[in-house]
């Protein structure tokens, strides 16, 4: 079985510039979730999606972060415009449904300069 | 906001022997899961303990779980040095939506 896939894995850019990060879940996974992980932090959920729609999005900074899950299967997360304590590891991850083991992509490591 | 803490922060043992992190939570959860991140990578499911469970064994991982204490144990037996990693408490919970949310992390290093 194939795992949660994720591109670019490294990301530079500079301040107020936009980026997006892909991510393609496990075929079947309902429930799709993206997470910011801060260097010496554990993971920050920033908003997850039941097939197509929105289950869960109140830690996503919505003025500057948007996500969307094409036809209930892959994601993007785009950023508009980085800040620099956007540096951090964005991480996808997917489930068969809610309160289920949730598995990981290698995940985006971004660094805003 | 952080649900579960790990502790200690950071563990050094020797290969061979056993490692033990814990992880207290706050409020009342369906599940507990323990992950582990090498260095640079995703995340890798370790093990979910569920509520109405007490203990759960994978190979040579044990974990624990007392809802009364609202804490866990996750020990590493014979440990070697690939199980040196970061390794995460993360508690669900209805009342979080089926969302999980981390703690801060144990890291661990096997010398060997």
């Known amino acids: 079985e194939a795992g949660v896939a994720q591109s670019p894995r490294y990301k530079i850019i500079e301040k107020r510039q936009s980026v997006a990060f892909w991510c393609n879940p496990i075929s079947g996974h309902a429930t799709l979730y993206w997470y910011q992980q801060i260097l010496g932090q554990g993971p920050k959920l920033l908003i997850q999606?039941?097939?197509?729609?929105?289950?869960?999005d109140s830690q996503l900074p919505k003025d500057r972060f948007s996500a969307e899950r094409l036809k209930g299967v892959d994601s993007t997360l785009k950023i508009q415009p980085a800040k620099l304590e956007d540096s951090a590891v964005y991480l996808c991850?997917?489930?068969?449904?809610?309160?289920?083991?949730?598995?990981f992509g290698p995940g985006t490591r971004l660094l805003v300069l | 906001s952080q649900q579960g803490e790990e502790d200690p922060q950071a563990l050094s043992i020797q290969e061979g022997e056993n490692a033990t992190m814990n992880c207290s939570y706050k409020t009342s959860i369906n599940n507990l899961q323990w992950y582990r991140q090498n260095s640079g990578r995703g995340l890798v499911h370790l093990i979910l303990?569920?509520?109405?469970?007490r203990e759960k064994h994978s190979g040579r991982l044990r974990v624990t779980l007392d809802t009364s204490k609202k804490s866990s144990s996750l020990l590493i037996t014979a440990s070697r040095a690939a199980d040196t990693a970061s390794y995460f408490c993360a508690t669900g919970s209805v009342y979080q939506g089926g969302k999980l949310i981390f703690g801060q992390g144990t890291e661990l290093s096997v010398k060997p």
């Open positions: 991850a997917s489930s068969w449904g809610r309160q289920e083991t949730q598995y």
């Open positions: 999606f039941q097939n197509n729609g929105v289950v869960d």
């Open positions: 303990i569920r509520s109405n469970e």
